[in-house]
C-alpha cells in the first residue's frame, strides 16, 4: 500500500513534486509471527517464539563481533557506522564518537547473467496498491493469524529516489 507524498524540495522549476511512499497498516509482533510459524510446522508458538528471541539474541553478538549475519533466503544484517561530518586531519585521530552506529539489513536477491537484479527475495510478489484507492472490502481487513494471509507489513518505509 501506498500514498502519495510531496517533496519538501522543490525541483529544478521551483516545484514541490509528489512520489508514492509505502504506508503501513499493521505491525506484526514476534508472538504473531510464532503463530504463523507454528501454523506451518510441528512446533508449538512458544517453541518458535523462543527460537526467534534467540535468533535475535545470537545474531546481536555476531554484530557486535563486527561480523555480518546471512539469513538464507531473507537477507544479510550488518553493522554500519554514518560519519556524522566532523573529520580530522590525521588517522590517529579518528574515533567512533565521529559516528553513529546502526543495523543495516539487505534483503537476498538474484542476480541475471547480465548482472542485473532478477528478485529481492522479500519483494517478489509484492502488489502496489494506492491506499486511498484500494477497495479494502475485500482484503478483510485485518490478520486472521492463518499462515496464507501475508503477515500484513512490508516494505523499507522508504520511496525509491526518483532521481535513479
Do not use: W
Not at 109 to 123: G, H, I, M, Q
Request: glycine share 10%; proline share 5%.
Amino acid at each position: 500500500m501506498y500514498k502519495p507524498f510531496q517533496s519538501v524540495l522543490e525541483d529544478k522549476n521551483k516545484k514541490k513534486l509528489f512520489h508514492p511512499r509505502v504506508i503501513y497498516t499493521a505491525n506484526v509482533s514476534t508472538t504473531q509471527l510464532a503463530k504463523e510459524i507454528a501454523a506451518y510446522s510441528s512446533l508449538s508458538t512458544g517453541d518458535v517464539k523462543n527460537t526467534i528471541d534467540n535468533l535475535v539474541t545470537v545474531a546481536a553478538q555476531h554484530l557486535q563481533a563486527s561480523e555480518s549475519v546471512m539469513l538464507d533466503g531473507f537477507g544479510t544484517f550488518r553493522m554500519v557506522m554514518k560519519s556524522n561530518g566532523k573529520g580530522v586531519e590525521l588517522p590517529e585521530k579518528v574515533s567512533a564518537a565521529q559516528a553513529s552506529l546502526t543495523v543495516r539489513f539487505l534483503p537476498n536477491y538474484t542476480k541475471n547473467p547480465d548482472r542485473t537484479t532478477a528478485t529481492r527475495s522479500l519483494v517478489t510478489g509484492a502488489k502496489c496498491v494506492r491506499f486511498d484507492l484500494a477497495d479494502t472490502s475485500a482484503s478483510g481487513g485485518g490478520n486472521s493469524g492463518e499462515p496464507d494471509d501475508g503477515g500484513g507489513s512490508g516494505g523499507s518505509g522508504e520511496a525509491p529516489d526518483p532521481a535513479a
